[in-house]
C-alpha cells in the first residue's frame, strides 16, 4: 500500500495551489482520508478529511473557507485545494487514510504517505 501526495511547491502569498493524494495498492473511496500538515516550529495538525466514499467531509477551524478536500474515485486520488494561501499555510502536507475522519487527537490512521512541501513565500 502506498499513498503519495504531490502538487507542492513555492507559491507567492494570495495564490491557489491543489495537492494531491493518490493511492496505490488501497482503495481510496473504501477510507477515511486526511490532510495533515507540518508548520515549521508547530506540531503536526490535521486539516481537512473526507470520509469513506465521500459521505462528508471535516475541517479544522482554521481551515474553514479557505481549504476544499475532494475524492475523484476514478482517479483513486484525494486532493486538497488551498486557496488565498498564506506564509503560515507554509508546511509539508501530507494524507493518511483510516477508517474514522479524525483530525484532532492522537492520529489513528493505517497507512500514510511521506509528505509534499509547500513555501508560501513572496
Known amino acids: 500500500v502506498q499513498l503519495a501526495e504531490s502538487g507542492g511547491g513555492l507559491v507567492q502569498p494570495g495564490e491557489s495551489r491543489r495537492i494531491s493524494c493518490v493511492g496505490s495498492?488501497?482503495?481510496?473511496?473504501?477510507?477515511?482520508v486526511a490532510w495533515f500538515r507540518q508548520s515549521p516550529g508547530k506540531d503536526e495538525e490535521g486539516v481537512a478529511c473526507?470520509?469513506?466514499?465521500?459521505?462528508?467531509?471535516k475541517y479544522r477551524n482554521f481551515a474553514k473557507g479557505r481549504f476544499t478536500v475532494s475524492g475523484d474515485w476514478a482517479e483513486n486520488t484525494v486532493y486538497l485545494q488551498i486557496d488565498n494561501l498564506q506564509p503560515e499555510d507554509t508546511g509539508t502536507y501530507s494524507c493518511?487514510?483510516?477508517?474514522?475522519?479524525?483530525?484532532?487527537?492522537?492520529?489513528?490512521?493505517?497507512?500514510w504517505g511521506r509528505g509534499t512541501q509547500v513555501t508560501v513565500s513572496s
Open positions: 493518511a487514510a483510516g477508517g474514522v475522519c479524525q483530525l484532532t487527537g492522537e492520529p489513528q490512521y493505517d497507512y
Open positions: 495498492r488501497i482503495r481510496l473511496d473504501r477510507y477515511a
Open positions: 473526507i470520509d469513506v466514499g465521500g459521505s462528508f467531509t
